[in-house]
């Protein structure tokens, strides 16, 4: 087998020869439709910003910066500011990056660095991989009927016996920041867990062996050499894990309580941009559609900060830790 | 490779089963071709008397199989747009169907009128209903709220069950020491409408507040859903919650309501006794039939009482549609009251039938 190319070649005229105009042709077609599909990808976040701003336009000339900090969204009288919904997305947001992190990391280092065998390690991915392919509906229902009632009489516990801290200083109703920012840390939680995976699986099998090579023991390795070196990785895994909480809709617009203020509590109803659209957009009028047009343009622009920033840290770790340029 | 194919196969198939699930769906599935009836009706607007011109269109449909009737609770203020409109200018409702007639609990201002245009506008008083405040407190059944308290409430004034206006008509409760989270409605909302027509009267200081309106501004505490159902819901799953909504919707889930204290000072339950002689208290009925009563003065009377009414065109292009309407409106006036009295609404006044019928019948 692996000598017939030579035979080939002996048998035609030439060993090299330029390429046919057919090869030429279908080289060009595949540079073309390459080049296409990635310009399109950009043409289409410029017409979505496009139309986003186009719509928005007249509510950000009404209302310029001061829709960012303003507190009330009041259609009647035609006030609009987002800073609750600001707050809430960002609160909730971070509280389930925290959590899914956590738990998303603790689990790709359970499941690659021999703890169990390869075999259980899929299977396991597998099921936490399932956890991504249940609809957001179905969370904020379970969220509803299953995860308040088991959390309430935690948040009543910590509530009388800790009232004077912030975070715990009212009591939960039902749906409001906490049980919304656990919904959000399972649903990010496959994300998190199969980039991190993947990033452990890159490191090459040598990085390990040298480590226990020079006596670290397993907790060692994997903290110390293991962790840093797939670091970028790792990162990569939770700034997407952020931006989908970010824009996570069905499920909070469920839990999250709708309310528009600004609370330390974890058990207070919040509200967060993504919901404040899906619940306000089909009952809005022309004024209102406007306002809710320059919502979803400050959500785009949280998003791509967030994003920028995660790119940021990234590169630095890359360089910091995998020696990389 | 084949089974590579079929994945795919199967794939494409269920995305477009996706696709036209979406389609066809925008909250009101309009199954006409299942009918197979002539002439097909259609309407929306508030979700307040939702439940019985469902039911109405149950029984008065089954009495005429060659017309179908449609109604999809939309929102008052959303109604008054699709009726000015003719159809869903949003183009979901109905599939972007035209409309025949709209509904709301608030009826239409005077400015909503001018832009009816040549078509001309008739509103008719189906029914009455009552707002009722019902309450998730595990352990306490029998609530009662003075009028102080509801304004307190529902301005974010009392924040806990433990406050003093709540605890004076409450002697023998042991209310919790929870705080108070109102539900309120996001949408543009005719039970809105009533209950802060209601405080309005009530506290003139709620008239130079938050105001009356389809849509104000609620404390920012309040938890805002959409529609009287999911009001019901959210009052349902949130404990400590107290929320305004059509009776109706309330004794469905089983929430309990609060008893409330109206204008002449006496503590009234939501009876369908009660709901009338609020009703009944309405003073003159002017020429177009809007009356509201805001705070209805009688001593057995249910403070927040209101009508809704349904908004039909003045003329028709065709006259087998008008018939049809008109059909259905009258049946509605007369043999659908008995209906609308066992569903916990407020059956109209005789004289308020007689004027609603002499409407009905000039329509063209």
């Known amino acids: ?325 | 490779m084949q089974s590579v194919r079929w994945v795919v196969r199967a794939a494409l198939a269920a995305c477009a089963t996706l696709v036209l699930a979406a389609c066809s769906g925008g909250g009101d599935a309009d199954s006409e071709a299942a009918t197979g009836a002539d002439l097909v009706i259609r309407g929306a607007g508030a979700t307040f008397p939702k439940p019985l011109y469902e039911k109405w269109i149950e029984v008065y449909g089954s009495e005429t199989p060659d017309v179908a009737f449609r109604y999809a609770g939309v929102g008052s203020g959303k109604g008054i747009a699709m009726f000015l409109a003719g159809k869903d200018p949003a183009g979901e409702v109905f599939g972007g169907a035209e409309i025949d007639f709209g509904a709301s609990d608030a009826a239409m201002s005077d400015a909503d009128l001018k832009k009816v245009g040549e078509r001309g506008a008739v509103m008719v008083p189906m029914t009455g209903g009552m707002v009722v405040l019902a309450y998730n407190l595990p352990g306490v059944e029998q609530l009662t709220l003075s009028r102080a308290a509801i304004e307190g409430i529902f301005s974010g004034d009392i924040k806990t069950w433990r406050d003093e206006r709540i605890a004076a008509t409450n002697p023998d409760l042991d209310l919790p020491n929870k705080s108070i989270t109102p539900v309120v409605r996001r949408d543009s909302s005719g039970t809105t409408f009533i209950i802060t027509s209601h405080l309005a009267e009530a506290f003139p200081a709620w008239r130079e507040g938050p105001g009356i309106g389809k849509q104000i501004d609620w404390p920012a505490s309040a938890m805002e859903v959409n529609y009287n159902e999911g009001v019901a819901q959210r009052v349902k799953v949130s404990e400590g919650s107290i929320g305004y909504m059509e009776y109706q919707f309330a004794k469905r889930l089983g929430l309990p309501m609060a008893t409330l204290q109206n204008k002449a000072g006496e503590y009234v339950e939501p009876t369908a006794a009660a709901g009338s002689a609020g009703l009944g208290s309405a003073p003159e009925v002017p020429d177009d039939l809007r009356v509201f009563v805001p705070d209805p003065p009688g001593a057995d009377a249910y403070p927040i009482v209101g009508y809704t009414w349904l908004l039909l065109y003045a003329r028709y292009p065709e006259v087998a549609r008008a018939d049809a309407i008109k059909g259905a409106v009258l049946w509605g006036l007369t043999e659908g009251q008995p209906i609308a009295e066992e569903m916990g609404y407020i059956p109209l006044p005789a004289e308020m039938v007689r004027l609603a019928r002499a409407k009905v019948e000039a329509i063209q």
């Open chain 1, 1 to 325: 087998m692996a000598t017939k190319p030579f035979q080939q070649a002996g048998s035609s005229s030439t060993i090299t020869r330029p390429p046919s105009g057919g090869e030429r042709a279908t080289d060009s077609m595949f540079r073309g439709i390459a080049y296409a599909c990635a310009g399109l990808i950009v043409l289409l976040v410029i017409a979505i910003l496009w139309q986003l701003s186009k719509e928005a336009l007249p509510a950000i000339a009404e209302y310029g910066l001061g829709f960012w900090y303003g507190t009330t969204w009041d259609v009647n009288k035609e006030i609009f500011g987002v800073l609750p919904e600001i707050w809430g997305t960002l609160y909730s947001s971070l509280l389930a990056l925290l959590l899914g992190g956590i738990f998303g990391i603790a689990i790709a280092i359970f499941l690659t660095q021999d703890f169990i065998h390869h075999k259980l390690a899929l299977v396991f991915r597998t099921i936490v991989e399932l956890l991504a392919a249940i609809p957001s509906v179905v969370y904020g229902l379970w969220g509803i009927y299953v995860l308040i009632p088991i959390i309430r009489p935690i948040a009543e516990w910590l509530h009388e016996t800790l009232a004077w801290f912030p975070l715990f200083s009212t009591d939960l109703s039902g749906p409001g920041l906490a049980p919304a920012a656990l919904v959000l840390a399972i649903m990010i939680l496959p994300t998190v867990a199969a980039i991190s995976v993947d990033a452990f699986r890159r490191i090459p099998y040598k990085v390990k062996e040298a480590a226990y090579g020079m006596g670290t023991t397993k907790w060692e390795a994997i903290l110390k050499v293991m962790l840093p070196t797939a670091s970028s990785g790792i990162l990569a895994a939770l700034v997407l894990g952020f931006g989908r909480a970010l824009g996570e809709t069905m499920a909070l617009a469920m839990l999250i309580g709708n309310a528009n203020q600004i609370s330390l509590s974890l058990f207070a109803p919040a509200n967060t941009l993504a919901s404040l659209l899906a619940s306000s957009f089909p009952e809005a009028g022309a004024v209102e559609v406007q306002a809710l047009m320059y919502a979803a343009l400050v959500l785009l622009l949280i998003t791509f900060i967030v994003n920028v920033l995660g790119l940021a840290v990234q590169q630095y770790t890359v360089r910091k830790f995998e020696g990389k340029k």
